[in-house]
């Protein structure tokens, strides 16, 4: 006791100094702060201008009548209601889940089988190998798809090595078929997106643990089982990388259709991407047309989310 009493100023000074001590204290060392949100606000504003802004209005137009030229007219689900009553808009959402299967289950399945066997046997030339399989991934994909149309027509080069081997009777017009133009298109797909998964899961294998692969051959384990047990699931990140990129490149998949095919014969190869421009550019039904896109976005969403928690999981 130094003989003094203190005030109700005191008092409250102190209590004021103690409250924001114990604000400081709980707030550990390099946590968030608010502060930090005005770093990343100017592209948040350049993000909502492009992309949030054109995204609302097209949900807008969804809702309304309109050939871009007249007033617009109320039209409430009836666009909609089309998607799922109109075969002609049904059609592309069914053969963009098919192209699904060329787009990302094919080239992420070789990407695997490639990685695996390039990771495990010492191959002489591995780098020109990764260019060749990676070098559709720098082409514009009109480029690709020009050279693809080149090489599956009537009198393409696929056709003319068929008839050169003995097998003229499968020559067709691949791109002109009802039945193998689907296919083809996808075929072109794939090739262009194995590329990428291969080094995705090249660049992921080579952070797997040597030590993991020589406690499996230890306890014996073979080529397949090493790869089901060490290889697989330390590439789970990586698939679940590839499969959001190729089902995004697949499900927005416009320029491929556009040169290769104009989504015919009739519409067996259109897509709801080439859907959106066909119905908003050529036949005048906006509307329509941003249904279609905003059906899209969501469909992209909930496959992209719901395959990388599936293949990915929960974060602890």
Not at 27 to 50: D, H, K, S
Request: with cysteine; glycine share 10%.
């Amino acid at each position: 006791m130094n003989g003094r009493t203190k005030g109700p100023t005191a008092d409250r000074t102190e209590g004021r100094l103690t409250a924001l001590r114990s604000g400081y204290r709980r707030q550990a060392p390099g946590e968030p702060r608010a502060v930090g949100y005005l770093y990343i606000l100017p592209a948040l504003a350049v993000y909502a201008v492009f992309l949030l802004y054109p995204f609302g209005q097209s949900v807008w137009l969804s809702f309304v009548h309109w050939d871009g030229l007249t007033v617009a007219t109320p039209a409430g689900f009836d666009n909609y209601r089309d998607l799922f009553s109109d075969p002609s808009l049904r059609a592309p959402f069914a053969h963009a889940l098919l192209l699904l299967v060329f787009y990302s289950a094919l080239p992420v399945a070789i990407g695997l089988l490639l990685a695996a066997v390039m990771s495990r046997v010492r191959v002489r030339g591995m780098t020109f190998f990764r260019t060749v399989l990676f070098l559709p991934q720098v082409l514009a994909l009109i480029v690709v798809g020009v050279a693809w149309r080149s090489i599956l027509a009537p009198d393409g080069l696929l056709n003319d090595t068929l008839r050169a081997v003995g097998l003229g009777s499968l020559a067709r017009p691949w791109l002109g078929d009802y039945t193998w133009a689907l296919p083809a298109v996808g075929v072109v797909g794939t090739w262009v997106g194995t590329g990428l998964c291969m080094i995705l899961f090249l660049a992921g294998a080579q952070r797997i643990p040597r030590e993991l692969y020589e406690a499996a051959r230890i306890d014996g384990a073979g080529p397949v089982r090493e790869f089901r047990t060490v290889t697989l699931p330390g590439l789970r990140p990586q698939i679940a990388v590839a499969l959001t990129l190729t089902i995004i490149a697949g499900l927005r998949n416009f320029d491929l259709i556009y040169i290769t095919t104009s989504g015919g014969p009739g519409n067996a190869t259109s897509v709801p991407a080439y859907e959106v421009y066909h119905r908003a550019f050529e036949t005048n039904q906006v509307g329509s047309a941003a249904a279609v896109g905003v059906a899209l976005t969501v469909l992209i969403f909930v496959l992209t989310v719901t395959v990388s928690r599936l293949v990915e999981g929960r974060r602890s």
